[in-house]
């Protein structure tokens, strides 16, 4: 299993920003896939996940309305989207592999370093 | 939504001695969905635990697991040079789920 994540990323405050994460090594569409958000010296918090095979997808309260998950399963991939970035979003966002809704997270990616500046 | 509160914040240790780490739930975890992740510097984190006590793969046997309804402790037997580092708490029996603030056990 191996999660692939796009590079590091720089926006001014109000571009767009998408970041992509390449699954391989197992069936894309059997299992839900997500992102976790670390800003700089802080902790972990979950942004939210989808489920390639339905695209059911479900967001942390704190996120809900601010990012949009979205996954291409011809490509295998997950991506993570803003309309218009705020500096509070400078963090490493984590491509997380999920068993299932209730089940363990058992795959991280190498992290997506996102740095939001004027 | 369901709070994870972990303690303490920081833990000094020395090598070989016993780590324990606590997390706390504000309600009951569903089924001890209650997971253990360690995070070393520059890392991305790694599941130690499932399931409140389940080792996950390849995981040492000096990390254990134990607890349950909303009180969960996580044991590291004699410490490591390599087990210095962030340790969350994750509960994934409420949807999305949520982490702990972590604790970080140091080199005292």
Request: overall charge neutral; some cysteine; proline content about 4%.
């Amino acid at each position: 299993v191996q999660l692939a994540q796009s590079g590091s990323e720089v926006r001014k405050p109000g571009e767009s920003l998408t970041i992509s994460c390449k699954a391989s090594g197992y069936k894309f569409t059997g299992y839900w896939i997500g992102w976790v958000r670390q800003m700089p010296g802080k902790g972990l918090e979950w942004v939210g996940i989808i489920y390639p095979g339905d695209s059911d997808t479900r967001y942390s309260p704190s996120f809900q309305g601010q990012v949009t998950i979205t996954a291409d399963a011809s490509i295998t991939t997950a991506y993570l989207h803003w309309n218009s970035v705020r500096a509070s979003d400078t963090a490493t966002y984590y491509c997380v592999r999920r068993q299932g809704l209730n089940s363990i997270t058992d795959y991280w990616g190498h992290g997506t370093l996102v740095t939001v500046s004027s | 939504e369901l709070v994870l509160t972990q303690s303490p914040d920081t833990l000094s240790l020395s090598p070989g001695e016993r780590a324990t780490l606590s997390c706390r739930a504000s309600q009951a975890v569903n089924s001890n969905y209650l997971a253990w992740f360690q995070q070393r510097p520059g890392q991305a984190p790694r599941l130690l635990i499932y399931e409140a006590t389940k080792s996950a793969t390849d995981i040492p046997d000096r990390f254990s697991g134990s607890g349950s309804g909303s009180e969960f402790t996580l044991t590291i037997s004699r410490l490591e040079p390599q087990d210095f580092a962030v340790y969350y708490c994750h509960d994934y029996g409420d949807s999305v789920g949520t982490f702990g603030q972590g604790t970080k056990v140091e080199v005292k």
